[in-house]
């Protein structure tokens, strides 16, 4: 496993996310896809929107993406004058720490998902269009307070720091879904899904407040974390030398991990979406629809828990792989990243509370949309889609506006562009819908500047969907 990716496995456990736009993973449907009359799949996003007969396998429909308002540019720097090595973190002696903190937000946030459909069918049947399909989706959200990294790059200037709504959050899971959508009359329509879901993978980091006071050559810190995971079948890792430090007799080992991870499945729960559409029948061409998706939970069976109550203590980011100067070998950016994170989980101390069950809620959605046909031309309509996701700290709303053209049967296409949480963005979708094929790719956020490695430099929002689907 090379450095980074090392790091990155750590971060979760260690709330270290300030470099998870890397890896970020929220099962997330394609809004771009809502208007649009040939998409097979934008039941996903409202059940009333099932009206037609068609097969999905394997290569249905796979959306991946992230979100957000920081991205890898805001931790990784470029040395121009540095013969030894040219990328490093901002947590160099060498990065301006003002020049580093005047590009962070109050609360810095990343969001990620990825939806893959395995199965799908849609039929007509018991007076309206039924559907049944097989999706793999996996979400993560995290968010971390501006004070943490003004902590971390100016340890010392100041003799007390608090931090607040900092956490992570990673769903992973198996859902099956049963749909069925009614016409009632001509101009409504409702729809509803059943998930069934089979939890494969499940950890949250939450962390109530954290003070740290200043006292001599020291850092004491007051807080209250909880660290919660069920992935797969596992159990902690636990630290070999605990610290001196903490001698609460009450709290059990230092966690630092997972380890013993084989196959199994830990959670279990249901869902529901509820959806409608109708036609206003004054204003012809005009369409309201709404819905809520995602109404649900799971139950995790032998959750492994920790948390840090109490006060223990940090002498600080020492390191010495973040100094700049001769190249030891072992000072490139993964390594750094990964010095970083051994350093932070001394600040983020967990101790093991045991196995439970523990539920955790889905990210429920709320969707409200209108759209207008051109009577001047057919061909031609106009939508907009107000979207909030309900996640804790971690909730977000965006607003989209969209033209959708579909000049002959057999193509589609929108555009769109969107205010939210995180930012703006622009999207579109374009669909070829022959007699027995559908092909469609999409995004809702086009990708701007990426890294060789194709991650969003200078925020996370970026995704792409694509499918082949078989109209029947």
């Keep these: 496993m090379s450095p980074m990716r090392h790091y990155i496995c750590q971060s979760l456990f260690i709330g270290a996310v300030m470099l998870a736009s890397t890896i970020s ?57 540095n013969p030894n090595y040219n990328l490093t973190t901002f947590m160099s002696p060498e990065v301006n720490a003002d020049e580093f903190l005047g590009k962070l937000h109050d609360k810095n946030r990343v969001n990620a998902h990825v939806n893959y459909n395995l199965f799908s069918v849609g039929f007509k049947g018991f007076k309206g269009v039924n559907i049944i399909e097989v999706n ?54 409702i729809g509803g899904k059943l998930k069934i879901l089979s939890g494969m993978a499940y950890a949250k980091l939450d962390v109530d407040h954290l003070d740290l006071t200043l006292n001599k050559d020291v850092w004491t810190i007051n807080g209250n974390a909880k660290f919660s995971a069920a992935v797969l079948k596992s159990k902690f890792k636990y630290d070999d030398n605990p610290d001196p430090n903490t001698t609460d007799p009450a709290r059990g080992k230092k966690v630092t991990g997972i380890d013993d991870v084989s196959f199994d499945t830990p959670g279990f729960g249901l869902a529901l979406d509820l959806g409608f559409t109708y036609k206003v029948a004054p204003i012809d061409g005009l369409t309201v629809s709404g819905a809520l998706t995602d109404l649900g939970s799971i139950t995790w069976k032998n959750t492994n828990t920790a948390s840090s109550k109490g006060t223990w203590e940090f002498d600080g980011f020492n390191n010495p792989i973040y100094a700049t100067g001769e190249n030891t070998g072992n000072n490139k950016v993964g390594d750094q990243f990964q010095a970083l994170g051994d350093d932070l989980k001394k600040v983020f101390s967990v101790y093991d509370d045991g196995q439970k ?54 193509v589609e296409a929108s555009l769109n562009a969107s205010t939210t949480s995180e930012g703006t963005t622009l999207g579109g979708m374009l669909s070829l819908y022959a007699k027995g094929f559908n092909l469609f790719i999409g995004s809702d956020s086009f990708m701007g500047k990426v890294s060789k490695e194709y991650i969003p430099l200078h925020n996370g929002n970026a995704n792409l969907a694509f499918g082949i689907n078989f109209p029947l």
């Design 136 to 189: 793999m989706k996996s979400n993560t959200s995290l968010s971390l307070p501006y004070e943490l990294f003004e902590f971390m790059k100016k340890t010392g200037e100041k003799e007390h720091y608090s931090f607040k709504n900092l956490g992570a959050k990673s769903l992973n899971y198996l859902e099956i879904g049963l749909g069925h959508s009614h016409k009632i009359g001509e101009n409504l329509t």
């Design 25 to 81: 993973i929220s099962g997330q449907e394609l809004r771009s896809s809502y208007f649009m009359k040939t998409s097979t799949f934008r039941h996903q996003l409202n059940p009333a929107l099932a009206d037609q007969a068609y097969l999905g396998l394997l290569f249905g429909s796979t959306n991946v993406g992230t979100s957000g308002n920081v991205g890898l540019s805001n931790f990784v720097y470029k040395l121009e004058n």
């Design 357 to 410: 069950n523990e539920k955790s809620s889905l990210t429920a959605t709320l969707s409200l949309a209108a759209e207008y046909q051109m009577p001047f031309y057919h061909k031609l309509s106009a939508g907009i889609l107000y979207t909030k996701r309900f996640n804790g700290i971690f909730s977000l709303h965006q607003t989209s506006l969209a033209l959708n053209y579909r000049p002959v049967k057999f």
